[in-house]
């Protein structure tokens, strides 16, 4: 479930004037800022651009990003922008650093819907002239790369049904793969990125059934086999994504000093799906509130907007 | 029927065929643009509650697999801007490739298909011209011994060649079956422009050899604005 908190009747004229007034002269009134935005979903942020940019001739997004600095400005583009558009970003902002984050290309592939993985697709290509796949081959190579390329090419199949014997027979396949270290990179690759969701955790459930522990568990290796990593973080994405995201938090809070990419990164793209599964998972798993942890990590504006997203209370 | 059904009809008809018609699915794949080919993968879904892909990679064991799934799954950027350097060293790694791998196993090389289902086809005719320059032949005679790579690079760079074949191989005199029903299959998908100029070339021969409601067909593409 959501986090957000958005109520239903919205002017959007007067939130476009509310944000010019927070944007003008001396200064910037972040909490007015926090306050509308931090409130809004996407579909209505969206209607609030288009009365902005009608009242005053100017991309909001664009002001937004002069007046904003640090984390704070990193979180609010990132919260602003449609989320198959965010997605683009955010993939693009992966693939083009020195050492490519590809865990974040596997979560936007393996946790999106498949329409809206089509959808982050189509933004990508409005966005950078190049498709998705162009670029995701042109940074990465081998086995990695052939990983990559079919898990954001995809376009899983969308349905409920699951067939049994192929669940049988696909575990059974994976298993051999992990087992005999030698990987069968083409089957395992061949069944992460064509089979259905539904129809991948029937078979993950197989595995855990048949072996005992859970396929990630098996691929727990050398940390320094890129395809692995990869591998294991696809897996995880779409076995359990809650999990898989809750893990992220953690780690992303846990270290000396947080990573607020990671951070911003999952709370802006859960706040209106499943930050509110996402959060129960986190305490039960820590013993503490996200809110709780998130606030004694962050500070100032950053602090506020990541704890007005997750649902606390004006 | 709507064009994404017949599409998806098509490549599943295909797939079952086996081997000898698994250049319907190159061009499919390759001659539709990336909104009609995503809409046969949705059609695909619809019609037989799988994707595409799965059940080629499923029901495909040789070594055309990777090449042909990751066609059915590319969704090629269209616009025209293209970097002439790019395509250079791309043209060059394809050389390379076809020069010192081994010709057959071509199909299953990476790069080979990582460049020709990711880039864009403006880039690709780019990477086309750029190989013309590098090397005496085109990359398309040069890729004569593995027979879908050819059909592909046709279909992506030089579409009225293949329809060419496709029409010549119809209209002879001992056209068989499937060259009757490969011409059919293009006159009912393909629109416009690009088919009518080819059928032009061959209208004497519709006119001469054609018979019956097949023949309206032909003239009436004749006939089609472009």
């Known amino acids: ?314 | 029927m709507h064009p994404w059904e017949r599409d998806a009809r098509f490549l599943k008809k295909a797939l079952k065929k086996g081997p000898p018609q698994y250049n319907v699915i190159v061009e499919i794949a390759c001659t539709r643009s990336s909104d009609q080919l995503l809409g046969a993968r949705k059609a695909y879904h619809s019609l037989f509650n799988r994707s595409i892909e799965e059940d080629l990679a499923f029901h495909i064991k040789g070594s055309e697999r990777k090449l042909l799934v990751a066609l059915v799954s590319a969704y090629r950027y269209e616009g025209s801007k293209v970097k002439e350097d790019t395509a250079r060293s791309e043209a060059k790694a394809l050389l390379n490739a076809i020069n010192n791998g081994d010709k057959r196993k071509i199909v299953e090389d990476d790069e080979v298909v990582t460049i020709l289902t990711a880039r864009s086809k403006p880039h690709l005719k780019e990477v086309y011209e750029q190989y013309k320059k590098l090397s005496n032949k085109t990359i398309t005679e040069d890729l004569e011994v593995e027979l879908l790579l050819k059909e592909m690079m046709e279909c992506l760079c030089t579409p009225q060649t293949y329809f060419t074949k496709i029409f010549d191989a119809a209209l002879r005199d001992n056209a068989n079956e499937g060259a009757k029903k490969a011409l059919t299959r293009l006159v009912a998908t393909q629109k416009g422009g690009e088919i009518k100029e080819v059928a032009t070339k061959f209208e004497e021969q519709i006119e001469e050899r054609v018979k019956g409601a097949y023949k309206d067909v032909l003239v009436g593409v004749l006939a089609k604005e472009g």
């Open chain 1, 1 to 314: 479930m959501a986090t957000i908190d958005a109520p239903s009747q919205v002017s959007f004229q007067q939130d476009a004037e509310i944000l010019r007034k927070a944007c003008k002269g001396w200064g910037t009134d972040e909490k007015a800022i926090i306050s509308v935005l931090g409130h809004r979903n996407a579909a209505q942020r969206k209607q609030i651009r288009l009365a902005y940019e009608e009242l005053y001739q100017e991309d909001l997004v664009k002001r937004l990003e002069s007046e904003l600095s640090g984390d704070f400005e990193r979180a609010v583009y990132r919260w602003i922008l449609d989320p198959a558009d965010r997605d683009a970003v955010l993939a693009n902002v992966a693939i083009k650093k020195l050492s490519p984050d590809l865990h974040v290309i596997v979560e936007i592939s393996c946790t999106r819907s498949p329409e809206e993985l089509l959808a982050v697709r189509r933004a990508y290509q409005a966005r950078y002239k190049h498709s998705l796949e162009e670029d995701v081959a042109a940074h990465t190579k081998g086995d990695t790369r052939t990983l990559l390329v079919a898990l954001v090419t995809a376009f899983r199949y969308d349905g409920e049904e699951i067939n049994t014997r192929l669940a049988n027979s696909e575990a059974k396949i994976l298993h051999d793969a992990v087992e005999d270290k030698k990987f069968n990179h083409e089957e395992v690759i061949r069944i992460l990125t064509t089979r259905s969701k539904m129809q991948l955790m029937a078979t993950f459930n197989r595995y855990s059934d048949d072996h005992g522990a859970s396929i990630t568990k098996h691929l727990q290796g050398d940390s320094g086999d890129e395809f692995l990593l990869v591998l294991r973080t696809a897996v995880r994405c779409l076995n359990d994504s809650k999990k898989y995201f809750e893990k992220v938090l953690h780690n992303s809070i846990r270290r000396m000093g947080t990573d607020e990419d990671a951070l911003t990164r999952v709370i802006v793209t859960r706040a209106e799906k499943d930050l509110k599964d996402i959060k129960e998972l986190y305490h039960k798993r820590n013993s503490v509130a996200l809110e709780q942890a998130v606030a004694k990590d962050t500070s100032g504006d950053y602090k506020a907007l990541l704890l007005t997203l997750l649902g606390k209370e004006d």
